[in-house]
């Protein structure tokens, strides 16, 4: 039988089908994959466009069943990053909107689908980025001409709390919060940000990206650098993304550790260092 990695899976929207790009030079997934090397295989499922209900449809032919005759690589953790496209306004057509109560139903069969569990496998929910809906409004109204925004900044805010809500309540599950982390991420990047005015901060909700009424005047602060098009992710923000899900995945013996052939991620193959002095040690025997 063919040795196999075990999988780390990135299934999601265009937020995960766009981290294999090379964006300021970082590659969400490349890195991904060189922090797993010799240990996980790093697949990427992320489509664009797909909301919640789009991928509970097709999970069950993205992770088949797990029979008793399985021989296929095991599903080590699963990075769910879902909801962007769900949080869409429903008047925009063709519509990705999905409710929230659906939508919370779904991220729960997702994570908790027979498909999934079989493997005993690491569930990393990601709650959904921040939007930057002045850029939004200069998409949608000034270059499409629509009458009004397809996506806004409370909105979305709205379904990452939910995301937040189903990890809290599915026990074993990895929060990955990436609203709160780009957010902040942001502040830091905004030397003008002050907490005390109305127009950046309102009680706990930081006001970056958020419009102020409805001409697309707002304060955008560093958002602009970490959205370039208002909803998808530049290099920068990718590299935060990474740094937050990087220490879920593993630890990882050193590959000539005595331990490594008993971790849970022993490399399927030795290094060149074991295979050389096996080697040796043949040359040895065959030449008493």
Known sequence: MAASYDQVVLFGDSLFQGATDILEGFSFQAALQKHCIRRLDVVNRGFSGWNTEDALRYL?????????DYT????????????ANDACHPWSLPTQ?????????????????????????????????????????????????????????????????LARDVAAEVPGTVLIDLQDALTKHAITLTPEYDAKNPQHHNGDIPLLGYMDGNDGKGFRGALGRLFPDGLHLSGEAYRVFFDLVAPHIGPFPELLDEKDVK????????DWKILATEREEKKKAKSQ
């Open 60 to 68: 069950p032919e993205i992770f088949p069943a797990k029979s008793s």
């Open 72 to 83: 296929g690589p095991r599903l080590r953790y699963l990075l769910v990053l879902l909801g």
């Open 97 to 161: 909107f999905c409710p929230q109560e659906e939508y919370k139903a779904n991220l729960k069969k997702i994570i908790t689908h027979p498909n999934i569990t079989a493997h005993d496998t690491k569930v990393l929910l990601v709650a959904p980025p921040p939007l930057d809906e002045t850029r939004i409004y200069q998409y949608d109204i000034e270059e499409n001409g629509l009458d009004k925004l397809t996506r806004s900044a409370a909105n979305s805010a709205q379904y990452s709390q």
């Open 263 to 270: 971790s849970e991620f022993a490399n399927p193959f030795p």
